[in-house]
C-alpha cells in the first residue's frame, strides 16, 4: 500500500463512470514531464508511411477513450501495474503530417528525450513505421534490440513504389540495416497472406529472423509458440510490437491491411502472457485504424493488448527498480 | 399431430417471407392474457441499471425482429418446441425509464403475475439487473434457485458510485441476500477483464458460487464444462441467465461491457444443448444494446440463443405435464 | 495582446495536427481548480432522464474530441474569446448513472462550487435534465433567468410514467416552478411533432412563455426570430440552451428524440450570432447521442455551436470585466 | 370523448415508453380482420421491381420501429386521426420474392379484399411497382383516379432490359393504359436527374400529366406548388404516393435509386398539409430500404409522411361520415 | 519466365497502389473476349432469388475492389497461378432484375458461350440460385458434376411460397434433378440451423449426398473433412461453390442469411487447400451482400476465398495444358 | 446521330443494370491512350496532402462506383455531352503514398501527357494538393487561369507545422506564386469556420482574389453569386475546382474538414449550370473521402457534380471544335 499510494492511480469506474471525464490512456494523470512517470503511455497519431487504407493517425486518441474499460489488476496474473511502477498518460509524440521525414525525425528526437528521461515507453500507433524512429529514440545505451512482433505481414520488405524505403512495410528491415534489432533474437508470429514474390519472407529468414507463419502458429498451439519465442529472443532486452493485423479481421476490422485467417484475441492475451520475466524495455500496439471502425471494437482490443504489455512492463521496471 | 396442433404455432419462412409481418417473438402470436401460453417469451427493455454503454432497452424489438430468422425444430436435438408447450410472445413488461426502483417493482409485479398464471418466463433484456426483479416476481412457491449464468461478469459486486446497491453489476449478489438464489448450485461461466480490486470475485466463491473463468473454460474444454455446470446445479429448479458479453465481442458487439476474449456462439450453443434435462424453470438472455450494432448481428445471436433455450424449456415443461 | 497572453490559450491545428493529443473542449487546457478560467467548459455526462433513446452519456467526449475541428476566432464577428477571457476545460460534472436523484443533486452541488468561484459555464450534456440542477447550481445571487431555448420540444410537460416529474420532457416546468427562470423572459425556438394532447404547449404559453414553432419560425425568418428573442428576454441575466434535435435530424442524427423538419445548422449560427450584447450567464448544448451518430457529425455540429456561444460568453465576459 | 372512445388508441409514449413492446403502426392495434378499421395500415415488403439497390422489402418493420416516435394530434392542424376514424395496422399483405408476376397477382387481391370492406389504405412499401396492383386492388367502383405524386421520377418508362415492362420505374404508364389513372389529374412534383433519352418524360406530358421539377419547384415555391397540385387533382378521388427520394438523399439515404437535390421533409411536410379537403382514397410511403439506413432515419421521415397522410385520410373519412 | 511473360498478370501493389484504378478481379486486365483467357473470373450481379436479405446483386462490384488486397503468389502451397494459367476478369454476366426466368436463361446463355470457348469460369454471386445456370451452361461435354459445397444450409429444398421451385433454397436439388450433378459425388460442409421440418435434409441424404453438420464438422476436424470430401467427389469432375454463410456471421456479416456458430476463415481456408489435385472445373464464391456488411469485410473474406480457388483451377488447367 | 455515334457513349441503365459490371467513371470505357479522348476523367487517389482526417486517396474509386447513377442527357440544359464530344475514363493517374515531393511530380507529368494528348481533364481526387500538380502538368500554352472554386477553405494558407509548403490548405497560394492562376480571375464560394489568426483570408484578398463567404452567400443569393462569378472569371481560359466541403456537411459527411453550415448540392447544380459558356479548360472534384461514409451518399454528390461540370466541358470543347 504504502508505496503504490505515491504513484499515480486510474480514476476508478464505480467512483467515475467509465464514460466520464476527459480521456487518457487507462484514466491516468497526463503528464507534460517525463520525469514524472517510469512507463509512458504515448501517441503516435501518424499514419505517413500507409500503403493502403490511412486512418491510423486517429488510432491513440479512440485507444484513450477505449481504454477507460480497463480496471487496475490483470485478472489472470495478479498484476496490479500502478503498483508497481509510475505510470502516466505523456500525451502524443510530435508529428508531421505533411512530411514523411519530418516525422521520423520528431518521433526519434521526442522518444530520445523520454529515454533520456528514464522513462520504459508503451506506444499507441500510428502506422507500424512509427516503430522504426521509436527504436532510433531508445537506441542509447542499449544494444541491438530482440523482439516479439505480433502481425501478419513480416514488414521486411526492401523499398515501394520505385524505391522508396519508408514504409509500414519495410521497418524492421530498416531496423535490422541500422543495428537497431538483432534479427536472431526477433520473432515474428502470424505471418500470412499471398505474396508479391515468392521469395517475400526470405530477407527476413536469412538475417536469422524466426518466422512462425499462421499455419505454424496454429499446428504448434500457443504453448509450444509461447516458448518458442521465449527461446529466440532469450535474457536480452526486448520489445514488443503488436500489430493488430495479426488478429483476424474480424476481431479487429479497423485497420489498414488486413489479412483474413488470424489468431483470437484470447490466444493473443495468453501469448502475452507467457512474455512474463523477459526483460522489456518498451512496447507497442499499432496499426488501429479508427475510420474503418468507428465502433471502437478494434480500439478495444488494441488497448486491451495495451493492457497486458503494460502488465508485463510494470513487473519488468518493478524489478529493475528492485521493488519485486 | 394432435396436439400440436391445439399450440399456438410460428409463421413459417416459407409462406410469409422472413421479413414480412409485425415482429414477434419466433414469430408467435401475440398474446396479452398469460394464461394463453406455457412458455411466455417477454421483453423488458429497461436499461436503468446500466453503468456504462446504455442502449439494452432496445434490445427487445431487435430481437424481435431477428427472431424471424428462427425455424421451427432444432436441427441437432430434434427438439419442436412448439408441438411441446405452448409458446407465445407476451409483450413487454411495464418499465419506467426515469426510476430505477419503480422499474424494479413493475418488473417484479409484472413477473409474479405470470408466475402466478403458470407462465414458464424466457426474457429478453434489458440490462442484467432485470434478472433480479424476475426473480424477485417468480419466487413464489420455489427454493432458492441453482442458475447456469453465462458472462464475462460475475456481476457480484457490492455498490457502485458510493453506495448504490442496485446496477446491471450487482443483481446476483442481492439474488443471494434475498435467498433467491442457491449460491452453492450456481456456475459462471466465461468469467474475465481485468480487476478493480483483487478480490474482486472473491465474495461469490465465498458463497460458494461456481465461477469457471474463460481461462478455465478454455483449458476444460466445452465437454468439461456442461459436466462441472451440471454436477453444480443439480437436480432442482434452475435458471439460465445469458449475459451475450460472455462471448467474444465479434460476435457480439452491441453491448454494454464488452470483453475481449470470450467463447463462440457455437461453443455456446453446445453449452445449452448440454443442459437437457435440468428442472429449468426460466431464463433469459440480456445486454444486447442495439444503439452499438445497428446490423442486427449481435441481436441474432442472443434470439438464436434464446431459440436453444426454449427448446429446452419446452421439454423440461412437457416432462413436468407428463407429455413425453 | 498583452492580456491575451496570459490567458490559456488552444492548441493550434497548424503546430499539433488537430487529431493530436489527449481531447479536451477546444485544444484548452484542462484545469481542475474552478478558479483557474472566467468561462468554464464542463460536461456532464448523463442521460438518466432520457425518456426514449439513450445515449447522451457519452457526449461531452465525443463534443471534446470533435471540437479539434475549432480554431481561435470567428470568422464573422471577429470575436477571439481566447483573448477576452480566461477559458478552459473544467472536466466533468460527478454523475451516478445508478440513480436520477443522487445525479441532480451532485450536478446541482458540482455548479454551485464552479459558480461560487465566478465560473461563468459552458455545458455539453447530457440529456436536457441537466439543466435543471445547472440552474440550481448557478441561481445563488442571479434573479430568475431569461433563456433562449432552441429545441423541436418545449420541455415542459408535467410528469411521465405515472407521475414521475423529473425526465428531460420536463426541465423547464420545473424551473419555472422552482422560480429558477422567469417564463415571460423564455423563448423557444424551433417547436414541432405531434402531441400527445391538444394542449401540450399550453402550459408554457399560460406562463407567458413565447413559444416559436418551427412553422412560425420559417415564416418569420431568422432576422425576425432573433428580433423577437431580443425583444423577449431583454437586458436581464440570460441562459443559453440549445437542443441539437431543434435542428434537423439530417444535421444532427445522433440525438434521443428526432424530429423532422427543423432548421439547419447555419440558420442556427445566425440566431446564436444574433445574440451578441445580451447578458449572458451561462449555456449548454444538450441530446448529442454518440451511439446513434458514431461518424461524430452531430457532435461537430453540437460542438460548433459550443463555439457560437462561447464568443458570446468570452464578450460578455470581457464586458463585465471591463475589458472592453 | 364518446366516439373516439370506441375507436382504436395508440399505445401513449408517456405510459409505455417509445422503445417498448411490439412494434405496429403508429403503436395501433393490429387486427387481422379488415372490418375492424375505416384506414388501414398495411406493409407491402416487397422489392421485385426494383431496377438498383434493393432493401425496401424490409421497409414496413423499420417504419414500424420508428412510428412509435408518432404521437396523437397533429401540431399544425391540430387534426386528431384516431378520434375522427377507426384506423388500425393490418398486417402486411402477401408477397412472393420469388416471382414478379405472382406478387403483383397477390397484392392486387389483398388490396381488393381491403377494398370491398371498406379500408382506406395507407400502405408502407415496398419500392414503387407496389402503387400498380394497390391501384388495381381498389380501383372497383372508382373513376380513374387522381394523383398527387412525390418523386425525383416519374415512374413512366415504358420498359427496362429489352422489354420488360414491370419494374419501380414504370408503374404510372401501366396505370395510365389500365385506365387507373386519370393523368390529366395527376402531378408530380421533384422531378429530377440525368436522363437515359431526351424525351424520358415525355410520355407523361403527352398524356396530360402535369410534372414540377425539382428546378420549377424551387422556383414556385410551396405555396404555388400546393396551388398547382390542387388544382390538377381537382375534386375527384384522389391517391397520394410519396417515394421518399423526392427528397434530399441527405434526409432520405436509405432508398434504393437517390437522386440529389431535391426538397426538404419541411416542405414536404408543408405540401402534405396543403392537400386537406382533397377528396383522397388513399396514399403510401414508398422506398424505404432500411439496408441503405440501417440507422432509421430515413424510415423516421418515411413513417412521419405516413402520419401526415394519416391526418388527411382520417378527415376525408371523417367527413364522408358524416362526422365533420 | 517464358510463358508466364505472356500471360495477363495482376497490377502490383508495390507499383501501383492498392487504391489506385479501376477495380477489376485480382487487378487482372479486363477481357469482353473470353478466348483470351483460359480462367475466366465473371461476376453474376443477380439476387432474384432471395428469399430473404437481398443485396448480393452489389457483390461482383464490392469483390472487385477488395480483390485489389490480393498478391500474386499462394503463401502456403507456392501456387502462382498468373504463371500457370491465362486468367482474366471477363465482366459481369448478362442479368434482368425484372424477371428470374428471363435472368436464368441470360446466365445459362452466358455460361455456354465461354464454356465453349475454353474458359473455366470462377464466379462471383449474386446470390446461391446462381449456380443452376452456371452449371447448365457448363454442362456440354461433362457429366453430373462432383462438388464441393461450402454452406450453412443444404439448399436442396423443393419450393418456396405455394410451390415456387426456384429460389436460393432449391438449386441443388433442381441441378441433381436435371442431371447436372451426380448427388453421390457432392459433399456439403456447415449445415446448420433450425429446420422448417424434421426431414429438411433428408432428400439430400436420400439422394446420396454427404452432408457434414457443422457439428460433425467440429468433432472431425479440419484434416478429416477435407479426407472424406476428397473420398466423396473422388476423380471426377468437380465444381467448389462457396456460400459465405458457411462461415460464422461473425466473419461475414454481410450476408442473406446468417447462420450463427461456423467455421471460420482459416478453416475455409485450410479446407480449400486439402482440395488440390481434384479435377476442378469451375467454382463460385456466393451471397456477398454489401448493403449489410458496407465496409467490405466480408468482401475482402469473399474473394479471398476466390483467390483460394483460383490457385486450385490454375493448377488444374496447368495440368490438364500438360505444363505441369 | 452521325457523329455521336463514333464517340464513346456510357452503359445505359436500363439495359446493364446500374450495378453491373466493372465500375468506370460514367460508364465509359476506359481507355489507356489518351488520345482517345477529348475529355478525360482521372482519378488521382491521394491524400498526402491532408491535415486531418484522410482517405481521399480511396475517392476515384468510390465515385467510379457511384457514378453508375448518372444517364446521359442533362434534365436541365439537354446538353449530351457523350454527342458533343469523345469522352472516357482515363484511369488514375501515378501517386506516391510514401512521398509528397514525388507524388506532386509523377501527378504533373502525367497531366501534361495528357495535355499534349490535347485532353481536356475532369478529375476526381484525393485531396485538394492535387489541383496544383494538375494545373502545373496543364500550364503548357495556356495563360494564367481564372478559377471558380467551390470550398469551404480558401486553401490559401502559407505553411504549416513549421514551414511546411505542401498541403491541402495551400494549393492556390502555391498557384498564385507560380504564375498558374491569375488571383484576380479567381472567385472562391462558401468560404466559413473559424479562423487560425484573423487575416486567414487576408492574403487572398490582397491579391485580388474574390472571397465570397458563406454568409454573403446566402445574402446574395444563387444567382447573383453566379454573375459575380462569371464577372470575376471573365472570358479567359477557366478552371472549375469543387471542393465537397463546400456543401454542408449533412450532404457530404464523407471528407476530411468539414465545416457546418454550408450550401446544398441544388444550390451547387444551380451554380454550376450558371457557368455555361464559360472557356473551361478543366475541372475536378476533390475531398471525397469514403472511409467517412462508407454509405457512398458523399460520393454520389461529387459524382453528380462531375456530371453538371462534364456537361459544361463537354460544350466548351464542341464550340471549340466548331460542332456547335
Request: glycine content about 12%; some cysteine; charged content about 20%.
Given at each position: 500500500?504504502?508505496?503504490?499510494?505515491?504513484?499515480?492511480?486510474?480514476?476508478?469506474?464505480?467512483?467515475?463512470?467509465?464514460?466520464?471525464?476527459?480521456?487518457?490512456?487507462?484514466?491516468?494523470?497526463?503528464?507534460?514531464?517525463?520525469?514524472?512517470?517510469?512507463?509512458?503511455?504515448?501517441?503516435?497519431?501518424?499514419?505517413?508511411?500507409?500503403?493502403?487504407?490511412?486512418?491510423?493517425?486517429?488510432?491513440?486518441?479512440?485507444?484513450?477513450?477505449?481504454?477507460?474499460?480497463?480496471?487496475?489488476?490483470?485478472?489472470?496474473?495478479?498484476?496490479?501495474?500502478?503498483?508497481?511502477?509510475?505510470?502516466?498518460?505523456?500525451?502524443?509524440?510530435?508529428?508531421?503530417?505533411?512530411?514523411?521525414?519530418?516525422?521520423?525525425?520528431?518521433?526519434e528526437?521526442?522518444?530520445?528525450?523520454?529515454?533520456?528521461?528514464?522513462?520504459?515507453?508503451?506506444?499507441?500507433?500510428?502506422?507500424?513505421?512509427?516503430?522504426?524512429?521509436?527504436?532510433?529514440?531508445?537506441?542509447?545505451?542499449?544494444?541491438?534490440?530482440?523482439?516479439?512482433?505480433?502481425?501478419?505481414?513480416?514488414?521486411?520488405?526492401?523499398?515501394?513504389?520505385?524505391?522508396?524505403?519508408?514504409?509500414?512495410?519495410?521497418?524492421?528491415r530498416?531496423?535490422?540495416?541500422?543495428?537497431?534489432?538483432?534479427?536472431?533474437?526477433?520473432?515474428?508470429?502470424?505471418?500470412?497472406?499471398?505474396?508479391?514474390?515468392?521469395?517475400?519472407?526470405?530477407?527476413?529468414?536469412?538475417?536469422?529472423?524466426?518466422?512462425?507463419?499462421?499455419?505454424?502458429?496454429?499446428?504448434?498451439?500457443?504453448?509450444?509458440?509461447?516458448?518458442?519465442?521465449?527461446?529466440?529472443?532469450?535474457?536480452?532486452?526486448?520489445?514488443?510490437?503488436?500489430d493488430?493485423?495479426?488478429?483476424?479481421?474480424?476481431?479487429?476490422?479497423?485497420?489498414?491491411?488486413?489479412?483474413?485467417?488470424?489468431?483470437t484475441?484470447?490466444?493473443?492475451?495468453?501469448?502475452?502472457?507467457?512474455?512474463?520475466?523477459?526483460?522489456?524495455?518498451?512496447?507497442?500496439?499499432?496499426?488501429?485504424?479508427?475510420?474503418?471502425?468507428?465502433?471502437g471494437?478494434?480500439?478495444?482490443?488494441?488497448?486491451?493488448?495495451?493492457?497486458?504489455?503494460?502488465?508485463?512492463?510494470?513487473?519488468?521496471?518493478?524489478?529493475?527498480k528492485?521493488?519485486?
Open positions: 500500500m504504502s508505496k503504490s499510494q505515491e504513484f499515480p492511480q486510474p480514476v476508478a469506474g464505480t467512483v467515475v463512470p467509465r464514460f466520464g471525464d476527459v480521456a487518457t490512456f487507462m484514466r491516468l494523470p497526463l503528464f507534460r514531464d517525463p520525469t514524472a512517470v517510469e512507463i509512458g503511455m504515448v501517441g503516435v497519431p501518424w499514419d505517413g508511411g500507409t500503403t493502403n487504407r490511412p486512418g491510423a493517425r486517429h488510432g491513440p486518441r479512440q485507444m484513450r477513450d477505449l481504454s477507460t474499460m480497463m480496471r487496475r489488476i490483470h485478472h489472470v496474473t495478479g498484476i496490479a501495474p500502478y503498483e508497481l511502477a509510475r505510470c502516466g498518460d505523456l500525451g502524443d509524440a510530435p508529428v508531421n503530417p505533411a512530411s514523411l521525414d519530418d516525422s521520423l525525425d520528431r518521433i528526437k521526442h522518444y530520445a528525450k523520454l529515454h533520456a528521461a528514464g522513462v520504459v515507453p508503451l506506444s499507441a500507433g500510428g502506422d507500424h513505421l512509427i516503430t522504426l524512429p521509436i527504436m532510433r529514440g531508445i537506441r542509447k545505451g542499449l544494444p541491438p534490440l530482440g523482439m516479439v512482433h505480433f502481425d501478419a505481414h513480416s514488414d521486411t520488405w526492401d523499398t515501394y513504389f520505385g524505391g522508396f524505403k519508408y514504409t509500414h512495410g519495410t521497418p524492421f530498416r531496423a535490422v540495416e541500422e543495428g537497431l534489432l538483432d534479427p536472431k533474437r526477433v520473432v515474428q508470429i502470424g505471418i500470412r497472406g499471398s505474396l508479391y514474390k515468392a521469395d517475400d519472407n526470405q530477407w527476413a529468414l536469412d538475417q536469422g529472423m524466426r518466422v512462425i507463419t499462421i499455419e505454424e502458429y496454429f499446428d504448434l498451439g500457443v504453448e509450444k509458440v509461447i516458448e518458442e519465442a521465449r527461446r529466440v529472443v532469450g535474457a536480452g532486452p526486448t520489445y514488443v510490437s503488436f493488430v493485423d495479426g488478429l483476424d479481421p474480424a476481431y479487429a476490422p479497423g485497420t489498414g491491411t488486413p489479412e483474413i485467417g488470424g489468431y484475441p484470447h490466444e493473443a492475451q495468453r501469448m502475452l502472457r507467457g512474455l512474463r520475466g523477459l526483460d522489456l524495455v518498451g512496447g507497442d500496439v499499432v496499426e488501429v485504424s479508427p475510420p474503418f471502425d468507428m465502433s471494437n478494434t480500439a478495444l482490443v488494441g488497448v486491451t493488448m495495451m493492457w497486458e504489455i503494460l502488465c508485463l512492463l510494470a513487473e519488468a521496471v518493478a524489478k529493475r528492485g521493488r519485486i
